[in-house]
């Protein structure tokens, strides 16, 4: 399954379900329902939870991209086609690293971790590659669909180390732009662009000068003698035109146009089989590899539940009940069934713990987990990328 550009048509507001969960405290009950009455409940988050933690999101609260209309990610098949593009994907990435490194969890991810603690949660997905869950409670159990910023991997030997000490290679090959770096540190004002993936663009920055390392296993290596080529200071030479090298490093990331990795997919189908709720936080569900998830419990007839500000790709599937309208039973219910809220996730989950602290006490010892044998394995190291596949 391949990543591909998220869904751009504006994403209209959509109805409050039920219909009473309008304010604040009335969608906090509604959510607080949904969980108390549900065994076991898989929560599905996106870039919409670490806006608070100063990320950017893909688009604005009407569902578009409001917020960069200039937003061009970089597509798989251009990094490992082409030198130029790896050149401008590392410089923008290098220049945008500090600001992600610098993130720390907001008090949503703070709130889903306690939700998961408590037991009221059984298990997480996440579209983002902030790492900002882990960070927030470092032993829950992650599934991270689109692959994680803070490592990078070798396409080649798939080596995979840490995205710091890469990051330092790129400021000794790259004197110049490290000094930029430090002069835009200091000048809050340049007008740059972050991306949700930790790149910034600069305006009028040319890239084809900046300079990357290939991966060092790979360049000891024999068979790729000759094939990898190196300047004095052990940087890339320059590749004209398109062809494959053997040693490029890539972030492990998802990009789009690239596979998702064949055990994280089954990884989180079988989250979703195992719950029987699914709760969506700062998500539009733009992308077709978290849609999916989304539709695939509701053709298992589970429970529904999203809390987004704005609209969400092809909503009105999950509450029709094939009457072509938001079926009664979640209209008129009390959340129980299925809800759908337009506040900000960290807002509604904080007041739906305090009123399931209250009440439930704490749920540890009931908790049906939905993490697998794979899934207490995975950590920091997962979420990488296939590249035979995505061609
Ligand atoms: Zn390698």
Redo the contacts with the bound molecule.
């Keep these: 399954m391949l990543l591909r550009i998220p869904y751009t048509t504006p994403l209209p507001s959509f109805p409050a379900i039920p219909q009473t969960a309008t304010t604040l405290p009335t969608a906090i009950t509604a959510v607080a329902n949904f969980l108390l009455n549900a065994r076991s409940t898989l929560v599905l988050s996106g870039a919409g939870i670490s806006v608070a933690s100063g990320l950017p999101d893909y688009r604005g609260p009407q569902g578009t991209y409001t917020l960069n209309k200039e937003y061009r990610p970089i597509f798989y098949g251009d990094f490992v086609h082409k030198d130029a593009m790896r050149r401008r994907y590392w410089a923008r990435s290098f220049l945008g690293w500090k600001g992600v490194e610098k993130v720390r969890p907001n008090k949503t991810h703070v709130a889903v971790g306690r939700l998961w603690e408590g037991g009221w949660v059984g298990g997480i997905i996440t579209q983002n590659v902030d790492s900002l869950h882990s960070m927030s409670h470092p032993h829950m159990p992650i599934t991270n669909l689109h692959g994680l910023l803070s490592t990078v991997l070798?396409?080649?030997?798939?080596?995979q180390s840490q995205r710091s000490p890469f990051q330092q290679e790129l400021h000794r090959l790259n004197p110049t732009w490290s000094e930029f770096l430090e002069k835009m540190q200091s000048t809050p004002d340049l007008p740059i662009k972050r991306g949700p993936d930790g790149d910034i663009e600069v305006p009028g920055v040319k890239y084809e000068g900046f300079r990357y390392p290939?991966?060092?296993?790979?360049l000891k290596?024999s068979t790729f003698h000759g094939m990898i080529r190196v300047d004095g200071d052990g940087a890339m030479e320059r590749i004209e035109g398109d062809g494959n090298v053997?040693?490029v490093?890539k972030p492990t990331l998802v990009f789009f146009g690239e596979n998702l990795r064949d055990e994280i997919k089954r990884e989180a189908e079988k989250k979703v089989d195992a719950a029987d709720s699914i709760l969506v936080l700062g998500s539009s569900l733009a992308t077709y590899s978290a849609w999916r998830l989304v539709k695939r419990a509701k053709d298992q007839g589970k429970k529904v539940g999203i809390v987004n500000m704005g609209g969400v790709r092809g909503e009105d599937g999950f509450w029709d009940d094939g009457e072509g309208k938001v079926a009664a039973r979640y209209r008129l219910g009390d959340g129980t069934e299925g809800v759908r809220v337009e506040f900000d996730a960290g807002d509604v989950l904080e007041g739906v713990l305090e009123i399931l602290e209250r009440i439930d006490g704490k749920r540890t010892n009931r908790r049906v987990p939905l993490e697998s044998q794979e899934a207490s394995r995975q950590d920091i190291e997962l979420g990488g990328i296939e590249i035979a596949a995505a061609r």
């Excluded at 290939?214 to 790979?218: A, L, S, V």
């Design positions: 070798c396409l080649t030997c798939r080596t290939p991966c060092p296993t790979c290596n053997p040693g490093v």
